[in-house]
């Protein structure tokens, strides 16, 4: 059977990065028995520095005004429901990260860390959890099964390693979300879900074409676009 690494940069307050996520795995479902699918989760930080604040209000600063962030609320919201992901906007919050990925770089395993990712995402955008508060946090591990000695143990601030994974992302693209795969090609956004067949087809049998993109809907530090 052929095989696919794919690389995956994310944040958790990116608005396309769980939608684009959930069009991975239905891509690798629909190839399983022909494509085998490994994945590596990195860290990524759209708001390095920056206090949490209510997710409105960030939209509104980023993409210059009310509309504006009605319209991109409205864009994912809707996305998000062909995905079954139910965004609630009015408790999300927006951030630097720093605790949430250090908390998924302190597992062991990839299994682990894609299932942390799932739970913080769920407690962050569907639930109204305050995912920038390391208490939170640490309930939020305790529910994904983490025991209180490896809860005990997180340290909330791998800013090294963090930093490590948005050099290597800075490379290639300039925003999340981000897939490289076999270091081969990259798609860069919330492509449709065909994009991502595509890309794990063409690198599993070597195709020449590349099924490199930058017109997904994705998020840079500067800013999201539809």
Not at 172 to 193: E, M, R, W
Request: hydrophobic letters at 40%; one cysteine or more; proline letters at 3%.
């Amino acid at each position: 059977m052929k095989t696919v690494h794919v690389d995956l940069w994310s944040d958790f307050v990116c608005p396309w990065c769980w939608i684009a996520k959930r069009r991975l795995d239905q891509a690798t479902e629909r190839l399983a028995g022909k494509v085998q699918v490994s994945i590596t989760n990195h860290a990524y930080r759209l708001a390095k520095g920056m206090a949490p604040t209510d997710y409105a209000s960030a939209l509104k600063m980023k993409l210059g005004g009310e509309r504006q962030a009605k319209q991109m609320m409205d864009a994912v919201s809707a996305h998000g429901r062909i995905e079954s992901l139910t965004y609630n906007f009015q408790t999300m919050r927006f951030g630097d990260t720093r605790a949430a990925h250090s908390l998924v770089k302190s597992l062991n395993t990839e299994a682990e860390r894609d299932k942390m990712i799932e739970a913080l995402s769920l407690a962050s955008v569907t639930n109204g959890q305050d995912i920038f508060d390391h208490d939170v946090l640490r309930a939020v591990a305790a529910q994904a099964g983490l025991s209180p000695e490896r809860i005990a143990a997180i340290d909330f601030d791998r800013v090294r390693d963090i930093e490590q994974d948005e050099r290597r992302a800075s490379s290639v693209a300039n925003g999340v979300p981000l897939f490289i795969f076999n270091d081969k090609a990259y798609i860069s956004g919330a492509q449709p879900l065909e994009a991502f067949v595509a890309a794990l087809s063409q690198t599993a049998i070597d195709a020449p074409a590349s099924p490199n993109t930058e017109d997904g809907a994705s998020c840079g530090i500067y800013g999201c676009r539809i």
